[in-house]
C-alpha cells in the first residue's frame, strides 16, 4: 500500500533543508541577516500550515494556510536575494524549486478550500 505524501511532511522537510542549508554556509556579516530571516520564514510556514490541522472552520483554515503561504512567499524573494548575493549555489537552486512547488500546492489547497465554503 502506498502512503500518501503528506504536505506538512513536506513543509517540515524544507524548513530542515532550509537550516542545513544555512548552517553550511559562512556566517559571515553579509549573510548573518538573509540566513535568519530565511530559516523564521521557511519554518513559519511549516508551523503555521500545521495549524491548520486544529482549525475551528474552513474561515479559520483558510487564515492560517494564507498566513503559511505568506511566509513561503516571503522566502522565495530571500532564495531570490540569495542567488542575486551568490550564496548557497546549488542547494539553493534545489530549494528554490521546491519552495515554488510548495507555494503552487498551497495556492491550490486554499482555492479549494475556499470554494467548499
Excluded at 504536505?7 to 559562512?26: E, H, N, P, Q, T
Excluded at 556579516?29 to 513559519?44: E, P
Excluded at 490541522?53 to 483554515?61: C, F, I, L, V
Aim: net charge positive; glycine share 8%; charged share 30%.
Amino acid at each position: 500500500m502506498e502512503k500518501k505524501y503528506d504536505y506538512l511532511d513536506r513543509l517540515i522537510a524544507f524548513a530542515g533543508d532550509v537550516i542545513l542549508m544555512v548552517g553550511g554556509l559562512s556566517k559571515h556579516v553579509t549573510g548573518k541577516y538573509l540566513f535568519d530571516q530565511i530559516m523564521r520564514s521557511s519554518g513559519s510556514a511549516a508551523l503555521n500550515f500545521g495549524e491548520t490541522q486544529g482549525a475551528g472552520s474552513d474561515k479559520d483554515y483558510i487564515n492560517k494556510a494564507r498566513i503559511a503561504l505568506k511566509e513561503l512567499r516571503e522566502t522565495e524573494v530571500n532564495l531570490r536575494i540569495m542567488r542575486h548575493v551568490n550564496y548557497g549555489g546549488e542547494q539553493r537552486d534545489k530549494l528554490h524549486k521546491e519552495n515554488i512547488e510548495l507555494i503552487k500546492i498551497l495556492s491550490t489547497i486554499i482555492k479549494n478550500r475556499q470554494n467548499k465554503v
